[in-house]
């Protein structure tokens, strides 16, 4: 008979077949089943299901059973499942027992040996050597982490001497807004600045050194990693451990030494900061690390000039800057300096940098040839005409006036000299 606990849920099958040839038939006319705990004769009904012809099978029927408390069920008890209606082939089959089962009633033994040997046991429990698992001797990867169950080691579970020799200082899993440098820790996350320790994702296989904590949002800060974090994943928080002989972690200072004493040489991969300082030029070779140093006029050494500081070098520069600046035009037009020129010197106009239509600008509103011959023609004229008046004219004027011998006037004849006895007369 099979026993089961309080609360689990089984199934049981039964059959009904023709009574003449034993062929499978259907349970007909509105079937149904309830359970008779020990001698009672109150019926449960609750958490009872049947299904006729289970699974397409005719004559093949299940009955599942809820054995809870809160459907009338109880520990210790023997129960009897039987059909309270319903009818094989036409003949009534009410009062049929289909199965029985008990609750809690599993028979105990008293052992004290086990395949021969004697047992020993402790406080009612026996004493085991387990020697093998899996059928494979410890010691030889018999057990993994795969065999361990998530919740079997919680931080519950673990001795508190054992925690703090571990440095675990809490548990929980994510629950907000991540990224690949922040973790909300969710409702486990700590109160008190958590600012130094170390979070460990067991879910990546990953850990990090929170670098800042916010205590009212229980968000972590940290250096970036390259997984994605995930609401669930846990988290283990371990405090950050001390030095080797229980003295205290290094300072600040005693780091900052640390890595500033360290050889150079050995730092040399690329795109490193090692690899990068190691560019610095050696203008002076010495104990300056490679870096310039100064002349006897206190000059940098290797550059030229009177300026003896980065400062003033970048205060000369600005100046420089500012009258260059001063000197030129606002804006270009077109993509060229747009200048008034004053002066050029001798040559500095050639026929190549003169454009090609310069002559043609030059000539427009000068004379023609063809003006300059007309131009010629009639001063030749003028000259012609100019030189008979001149052969028409005494060669001195006499008492400024023009001395002439005169004949006629208004085409008339005059004779006599204009002299005093001899007057002019028609």
Known sequence: MRDITLGETHDFKFNTSEPDTGAPITLAGSPAVAAYVDNSTTEITAGITLTVDFDGRTGMHNVRVVASGGNGFATGTTIALCLTAGTVDGVSVVGVKIAEFTIGRAQTANTTQFGGTALTQSGGRPEVNVTHAAGTAWGSGAITAASIAASALSLAKVATDLREALGL??????????????????????????????????????????????????????????????????????????????????????IADAVWDEDITGHTTSNTAGQRIGRVPNAAAGGNGGLPTVDANNRIAGIAGTITTLDALDTAQDSQHSTTQ???????????????????????????????????????????????????????????????????????????????????????????AGTEGNEWRA
């Not at 600045?193 to 979070?199: A, H, L, N």
């Not at 037009?333 to 747009?338: A, K, L, M, P, Q």
């Open 169 to 254: 200082v809490t548990n929980g899993t994510l629950s907000g807004t991540h990224s690949s440098t922040t973790a909300d820790l969710g409702a486990s996350a700590p109160t008190n600045d958590i600012t130094g320790q170390t979070v460990f994702f067991p879910d990546h296989d990953i850990s990090r050194i929170i670098t800042s904590y916010n205590t009212g949002t229980g968000v972590a800060t940290f250096d970036s990693v390259a997984v994605t974090l995930a609401n669930g994943n846990t988290w283990y928080l371990f405090a950050t451990a001390p030095a080797s002989g229980g003295g205290s972690a290094p300072s600040a200072a005693e």
């Open 326 to 416: 001063g000197r030129l035009p606002a804006a270009l037009v077109s993509g060229r300096i747009d200048a008034s020129v004053g002066a050029m010197a001798a040559n500095t106009m050639t026929a190549a940098a003169a454009a090609s239509d310069l002559t043609t600008e030059l000539q427009s509103g000068l004379a023609t040839a063809a003006n300059l011959a007309t131009l010629q023609t009639t001063a030749n004229n003028i000259e012609t005409d100019t030189q008979d008046i001149q052969s028409r004219l005494p060669a001195s004027l006499n008492n400024g006036c023009i001395q002439a011998d005169v004949q006629r006037i208004n085409n008339v004849e005059v004779v006599g």
